[in-house]
């Protein structure tokens, strides 16, 4: 299984970006996907997350839209209103186990990982 992001870059606060996760090596449509994202100094955390049919949970409600495309294989995050910080290196996973029924928050719920994308918003 791999799973390439990009995307990640240099902004100013206020400004926008859109993460990309493309998956392979996995059945993609029958995975929960996920975004997590880790600052220097600090645990990684939760970002977003959704099912195989498009449900979704998200910590950053109002500027994060997480979103994904079956026939592409891939997840995507729509950031908007960055601030400075939104700063960190963020992470696409996918769920440890396919069919799952839920949206899960942690780590453990996740079997699969990205290399991450750095995203840095100057202010």
């Known amino acids: 299984v791999q799973l390439q992001a990009s995307g990640g870059g240099l902004v100013q606060a206020g400004g926008s970006l859109r993460l990309s996760c493309k998956a392979s090596g996995l059945t993609f449509s029958n995975y929960v996907m996920g975004w997590f994202r880790q600052a220097p100094g600090k645990e990684r955390e939760f970002v977003a997350a959704?099912?195989?049919?498009?449900s979704t949970t998200n910590s950053v409600q109002g500027r994060f839209t997480i979103s994904r495309d079956n026939a592409k294989n891939t997840v995507y995050l729509e950031m908007n209103s960055l601030k400075a910080e939104d700063t960190a290196m963020y992470y696409c996973a996918a769920d440890i186990r396919p069919n799952s029924r839920r949206l899960g928050a942690s780590d453990y719920d996740y079997g699969y990982w990205g290399q991450g994308t750095q995203v840095t918003v100057s202010s």
């Open positions: 959704i099912s195989w049919s498009g």
